[in-house]
């Protein structure tokens, strides 16, 4: 069964990839992106010794540079879902798309899906740079399991999330300097005092609800099963799943609703 777009979404997708791919700056971000997380991998891979089924993380410490290398991806991905949801704000051209795409409905489903492809893109291009550098700089000394493919794929899902987080709200907000502090604010400051403060009460269960915490339990798969705050993985990702279509169709309803 193949399968095919509307008609009518396949202009503002054209339009939303030529702006992400005719910018020299997304390239550059995405280059150094692999060679973050090939460097990284290398390194951790090296300095690591053999690999511990008790250790942490559960696919072990060689490892640690492609989790740093998935953070540095999924990051960027929030941020360029801001960008990619605020530039029409800030220069102006959101009433000329708006007017070349009259259903504001498919304008949100492009940007949420040409974000959402190039987080996907670049996330596994740097996976396969992380793999790459593990068999060649630390093949004893990771585990290349189930895990280690689970944490794959749960990186591939975090950067997408976080990606349409950042388009829901840049939409929501129409600032990139609210939007990007709100995210820096919340995961650095605002969470971890939230981890500290439920901690201290006994109700570690509820920091599984925060986005935040549900993105390390996406990712690093099977690891830190003793953690009091982090959710099993299959119950962080629905938690991450909600979080990411809570925030983008707030930010699609502000799109849809307001003047703009």
């Known amino acids: 069964m193949n399968l095919t777009l509307p008609p009518d979404l396949l202009a503002p997708i054209d339009s939303e990839v030529r702006k992400v791919t005719t910018v ?9 992106l692999l060679g973050i997380t090939l460097v990284a991998t290398a390194v951790t891979a090296l300095l690591s010794g053999p690999a511990d089924p008790k250790g942490e ?21 929030a941020v360029f879902g801001v960008v990619a949801a605020v530039s029409e704000y800030r220069y102006q051209t959101i009433s000329t798309t708006a007017l070349f795409s009259a259903d504001r409905d498919r304008l949100v489903a492009a940007k949420f899906l040409v974000t959402g492809g190039f987080a996907l893109a670049t996330a596994f291009a740097a996976e ?20 280690l493919f689970a944490a794959l794929g749960g990186g591939l899902l975090a950067a997408v999330c976080w990606s349409v987080i950042g388009v829901g709200l840049g939409l929501l907000l129409r600032s990139a300097t609210q939007a990007l502090w709100l995210i820096a604010v919340w995961l650095i400051l605002i969470e971890p005092l939230l981890w500290l403060v439920a901690d201290g009460m006994g109700m570690g269960g509820l920091l599984a609800m925060f986005p935040g915490t549900a993105t390390i339990s996406t990712v690093a798969v099977g690891s830190f099963p003793d953690s009091g705050f982090l959710a099993p993985t299959p119950a962080a990702i629905v938690v991450l799943l909600l979080w990411t279509a809570a925030i983008g169709c707030a930010g699609w309803w502000s799109l849809r609703t307001r003047d703009l």
């Open 128 to 147: 396969v740079f992380a793999v790459l550098s593990l068999l060649v700089f630390g093949r004893d000394k990771a585990d290349f399991g189930l895990q």
């Open 57 to 77: 993380p559960a696919t072990g410490a060689a490892t640690i540079g492609l989790y740093l290398g998935l953070l540095a991806v999924i990051v960027t991905a």
């Open 24 to 32: 020299t700056p997304h390239r550059t971000v995405a280059a150094a």
